[in-house]
């Protein structure tokens, strides 16, 4: 017992002060209650009380990159500054993004079913804001956001991928977009896709290492897309299960198909590539 006490006391000797992970959450669940109010308990009446609002928040985000300098190589109050006179683009992109969830989804009755019940909503507005900070330099904050809207969503976005205008996840669950990912404009997924890396050393971390995808490209469930040389062309389709590592051509269509081979009584598994080009079946 004696030596666990000490290897505990150690790692409190030596661990760094950070904020309070449900200090993060309630930050972004505060923002994003503030910025729709659907989503929110109470509605502001008010334009000064918006103001009021939005000056609580910026001076709860002053003092927490204050306080934690290690987060950011800045002025936490210029930054927490820069971050809210920002914040009206975040908000213009999240509504594209509602936009394209109630056109791409028929099963949408309303935006306000949207903001009000929807995970791809959630994790997208998550990502936004988280992204909005990763780009200002703030660390681990980012994170803290869109883990905290994983944990919640089942949908794993890191606030370094950088995602377009109108973004579409519908279901959401199992959906893994990873740091260095680029997404176009007028992009859907389904539930359960990975945009991922291929196995990289440490050492390799900074380069890219996860896919690119052209706009107005959708993603069926299941489909996993992986490597940083990997590109999706523009308005192409890949089908649910598909597996791929290597680029497409814009107006491509790949999905997956199992063939019966009668004579030999054999399945054949397969994925067929088709564009306005070329169609072949590999």
Not at 24 to 29: A, K, M, S, T
Not at 94 to 108: E, H, L, T
Not at 242 to 265: D, F, I, N, R
Request: proline residues 3%; aromatic residues 8%; negative net charge.
């Amino acid at each position: 017992m004696d030596s666990l006490i000490k290897k505990i006391h150690l790692a409190h000797q030596h661990s760094v002060d950070f904020p309070s992970p449900k200090v993060i959450h309630q930050f972004f669940e505060d923002l994003l209650g503030l910025l729709f109010p659907e989503f929110s308990a109470h509605n502001v009446r008010e334009e000064d009380d918006v103001r009021s609002s939005l000056q609580n928040l910026q001076a709860q985000l002053t003092v927490m990159l204050s306080r934690n300098a290690h987060l950011h190589s800045g002025d936490g109050e210029k930054l927490a500054q820069s971050f809210f006179e920002g914040l009206e683009t975040v908000f213009d992109w999240i509504n594209q993004d509602v936009d394209a969830m109630f056109a791409g989804d028929p099963a949408a009755k309303s935006r306000s079913e949207i903001l009000r019940s929807y995970p791809g909503f959630y994790a997208i507005s998550a990502y936004r804001i988280a992204n909005h900070l990763h780009k200002l330099g703030v660390t681990l904050v980012p994170r803290m956001i869109t883990e905290y809207a994983h944990s919640k969503t089942g949908v794993d976005i890191h606030p370094g991928a950088r995602i377009g205008q109108y973004f579409c996840i519908d279901h959401g669950t199992g959906v893994v977009i990873g740091e260095t990912t680029i997404i176009g404009n007028h992009v859907k997924v389904y539930q359960g896709v990975t945009l991922g890396a291929l196995s990289v050393e440490k050492a390799d971390a900074d380069v890219k290492r996860h896919p690119t995808i052209e706009d107005h490209v959708v993603i069926y469930s299941g489909a996993t897309i992986l490597g940083g040389k990997t590109i999706i062309g523009k308005n192409s389709v890949i089908g649910g299960n598909v597996w791929l590592t290597k680029s497409v051509l814009p107006g491509s269509k790949v999905y997956y198909q199992t063939q019966m081979h009668h004579e030999a009584g054999k399945v054949t598994d397969l994925y067929v590539f088709k564009n306005d080009l070329e169609e072949k079946s590999h």
